[in-house]
């Protein structure tokens, strides 16, 4: 890949206007930069705009040497001779695994993996604690200017001092819930493909943003791992009373969880008995990975018949989640769409990644995230 004095044609294509900051920034930290903003039109949610790489002109995908984008990738390979390095500003590329450019390319791609934990983790505080102490009920009082001294009882909230959190996918969004619930008081167990055994194993050797997460991998007290049903099963009788699934999907992954697995946390976890009531919690799931990764109709069963306390997702099967799908109106569940990640922080955070990138591809090291197409992410 070209660096140093090489001249670059940088495209980035997103669809909101030019981050003039951003660009002037680029710049001037790389003048051999050639850089070339284009702004695509992105309409609707659905799978058709998922693509917008057809807006572009021909003529700027042959010039092209290094892409920065989210929902615009070239249409073959073909169309981009000269394209060597392509930035995605998500965290995954599962919506790209059929792409030419993926399938047929050996262009290097990165994601910005690295940068949601801040944002997400306190999507999932926000919806956990909404859920635990029933802040939706809350809600409905003010809106009705009814204070509800008298009903009270039906406040049975909890805290998180002394419950255990499993996190299933322990990377930069799994490190920062575990931060963030074990300052709460939460244990964390954690639970990864690859067995984590030694201290050096543990670290996190991926982009986080400076201050988050756990880059020592010290907070759990307990290490889980496997690619087994089994190792799952382990994880999932472990005690949890509530589940956290921040796994990338692959086609190991597609539902991963199922009513087995909904079944063995229900039955497990939400261990933790109030010693007023002598009651236990049943356990809460919370999805920030993609759909697909849990069996959505047998979640849906789950909640329904209380095996679990309840769920929030802000990812479905499919998306946009249809408006006559059982899921919107299942017991205690949160649905959100797909934007627990979004902030004014993210664009930036986003260019800073591609930042550290290339300044280690200038020194001649492996940059972070880079793709490997063979396990899907």
Do not use: C
Not at 140 to 153: L, N, T, V
Not at 182 to 190: D, P
Not at 330 to 341: D, E, G, L, M, R
Request: glycine letters at 10%.
């Amino acid at each position: 890949m070209g660096g140093g004095p090489d001249k670059e044609h940088v495209v980035i294509i997103l669809s909101d206007p030019e981050p003039e900051h951003i660009t002037a920034l680029l710049k001037r930290q790389f003048p051999y930069f050639d850089i070339t903003y284009y702004q695509v039109s992105r309409e609707g949610n659905g799978p058709k705009s998922k693509n917008l790489g057809s807006q572009v002109p021909d003529a700027l995908w042959k010039s092209a040497t290094i892409l920065l984008t989210l929902f615009a990738l070239p249409p073959k390979p073909e169309l981009v001779p000269n394209l060597k390095l392509i930035h995605l500003f998500s965290a995954g590329v599962d919506h790209w695994s059929n792409h030419p450019i993926v399938k047929d390319s050996e262009i290097t791609i990165t994601t910005s993996s690295g940068i949601h934990g801040p944002p997400i983790t306190e999507w999932i505080i926000m919806t956990t604690l909404v859920a635990s102490r029933h802040y939706a009920l809350e809600y409905e009082w003010q809106k009705q200017h009814h204070w509800g001294q008298a009903d009270r009882m039906k406040l049975t909230g909890t805290d998180w001092v002394g419950k255990t959190v499993g996190i299933a996918g322990y990377g930069s969004i799994g490190r920062q819930a575990a931060r963030v619930f074990a300052a709460l008081g939460a244990t964390i167990h954690a639970y990864t493909a690859s067995p984590r055994t030694t201290p050096s194993s543990r670290k996190d050797n991926g982009y986080y943003v400076p201050g988050t997460g756990d880059p020592e991998g010290t907070i759990p007290t307990s290490w889980y791992s496997g690619t087994s049903k089994t190792s799952l099963h382990n994880f999932l009788g472990s005690g949890l009373d509530a589940l956290i699934v921040a796994l990338p999907l692959t086609p190991s992954t597609r539902h991963i969880f199922g009513a087995d697995e909904f079944n063995l946390l229900g039955s497990s976890g939400g261990s933790h008995k109030s010693k007023t009531t002598g009651g236990a919690n049943k356990p809460f799931l919370i999805n920030i990975a993609r759909g697909p990764i849990l069996d959505q109709p047998a979640l849906v069963d789950a909640l329904n018949k209380g095996v679990l306390g309840g769920a929030a997702l802000d990812v479905t099967d499919p998306e946009p989640l249809p408006k006559d799908d059982p899921l919107w109106s299942a017991k205690n569940v949160i649905v959100t769409p797909h934007v627990s990640a979004l902030g004014k922080e993210y664009i930036d955070r986003a260019f800073d990644l591609f930042v550290t990138n290339w300044k280690r591809h200038e020194k001649g090291e492996r940059m972070f995230n880079v793709v490997d197409r063979k396990k899907g992410y």
